[in-house]
């Protein structure tokens, strides 16, 4: 299995609603990436997550809140979100570096969830 | 602070063309590079990866070649097809101060390409 699976690929919200996004991999990778991605924009990363702990945390506001119950899974959960938070949310995994550069691997990208907060 | 930019922004081709993307780094200091393909709407899907100590790779009718020294990489793509279309973005995995285990990529802004019929 090469892919990240992420649900719900579409997704319409409102700005009181609660929501979790998810992401799954089964490739052993033990570093996962949410990643929000606005039109025309490369993809910006907003947390990584590395051995199921928080490593980066790219100053993301706290209505998004990261969650990694396993090796294998990742959760994005949403509250009181603004519509200025529509977007397409990317997850990505890879294997973390070894300290000195050793293994040097690619990300997997999944196929995304578009978020529209109306 | 790591840059990439990919040249150019946009290409519009007549199917059967060969074409080139650009994408140049401003540090030389990268583990590897990776090109993507984007459908709109849609994630990202990895065409290759080129390790920091590699020159090339190749993939069917994509090739990529890597100059750390002269922070470039290229994409060819022969004889191009309509299914082509997408953009087109690549990424850079620097080293990392610290020996942080994580990685982060750096992005270009993307190529959008059109192959005509």
């Known amino acids: 299995d090469t892919e990240v699976t992420q649900t719900p690929k579409h997704l319409v919200m409102g700005m009181t609603n609660k929501k979790s996004l998810k992401c799954e991999q089964h490739m052993g990778h033990r570093a996962m990436y949410w990643y929000k991605q606005k039109a025309k924009k490369p993809p910006e990363l907003m947390f990584v997550?590395?051995?199921?702990?928080?490593?980066i945390n790219e100053s993301v506001p706290s209505r998004f809140s990261p969650e990694c119950p396993n090796s294998s899974l990742l959760n994005l959960h949403l509250h009181a979100l603004q519509p200025e938070d529509s977007a397409l949310y990317l997850c990505a995994s890879s294997q973390p570096m070894g300290l000195r550069g050793e293994g040097s691997y690619g990300y997997t990208f999944g196929s995304g969830t578009r978020l529209t907060v109306v | 602070k790591q840059e990439v930019t990919q040249i150019p922004a946009a290409l519009s081709v007549p199917e059967g063309e060969n074409l080139v993307l650009n994408c140049s780094f401003t540090d030389s200091a990268i583990y590897n590079l990776q090109w993507f393909r984007q459908d709109p709407g849609k994630g990202l899907t990895s065409l290759l990866l080129i390790q920091s100590s590699q020159r090339e790779q190749t993939s069917g009718r994509l090739n990529a070649s890597l100059d750390k020294s002269s922070g470039r990489s290229t994409l060819y793509i022969a004889a191009s097809q309509p299914g082509d279309s997408a953009t087109y973005l690549c990424?850079?995995?620097?080293?990392?101060?610290?020996?942080?285990?994580?990685?982060?990529?750096?992005f270009g802004q993307g190529t959008i390409l059109t192959v005509h019929p």
């Open positions: 990424a850079v995995r620097p080293q990392n101060a610290g020996g942080t285990s994580y990685g982060k990529l750096t």
């Open positions: 997550y590395s051995y199921e702990k928080l490593s």
